[in-house]
């Protein structure tokens, strides 16, 4: 058996060092303005999994299940997010995991096949990509004042 899910996440930036990506520090003059770490690549995750798991999950979405209103999830790392998601959904598990990000900066062309193999190893799954994009100058994205990520996944039990 299959089910596929689609996520999305976004954040603006704030003054920092650096963006967590994937679960990888990417070095820069910005981190997310965000109750956690703000990995938009791993918060679009997650919500993938809920969309093809909402059985699973008593039809939540991420802000019900990791409020921003509760202090045992500030600045926590994503990853603990996805590794309690997964502990939870078996005994499915991600076949595939396809991740569009839309940023202007920072560029990411040296960074994505670490990304690549970080969320290999997290997912524990070959079949991952991610596609940096560029918002060619639209919107707030295109402002270098935020990015989003979005992303399906395939699970099979």
């Given at each position: 058996m299959e089910r596929a899910g689609i996520g999305f996440d976004s954040h603006k930036y704030k003054e920092g060092?650096?963006?967590?990506?994937?679960?990888?520090?990417?070095?820069?003059?910005?981190?997310?303005?965000?109750?956690?770490d703000g990995d938009i690549i791993i918060h679009s995750i997650i919500d993938s999994i809920l969309g093809a798991l909402p059985d699973v999950f008593d039809y939540q979405n991420i802000g019900s299940i990791f409020p921003d209103n509760d202090p045992t999830f500030k600045n926590i790392s994503s990853v603990k997010l996805l590794e309690y998601v997964l502990e939870k959904i078996k005994p499915w598990r991600i076949y595939s995991c396809d991740v569009v990000i839309i940023m202007e900066?920072?560029?990411?062309?040296?960074?994505?096949?670490d990304i690549i193999e970080n969320l290999k190893i997290l997912l524990k799954t070959e079949l991952v990509n991610v596609k940096p994009k560029t918002a060619e100058g639209m919107g707030i994205i295109g402002e270098k004042k935020g990015a989003a990520a979005t992303c399906i996944t395939i699970l099979k039990q």
């Open positions: 060092n650096g963006l967590v990506l994937g679960g990888v520090i990417i070095p820069c003059q910005y981190s997310f303005d965000a109750h956690s900066e920072p560029k990411l062309k040296t960074k994505v096949r």
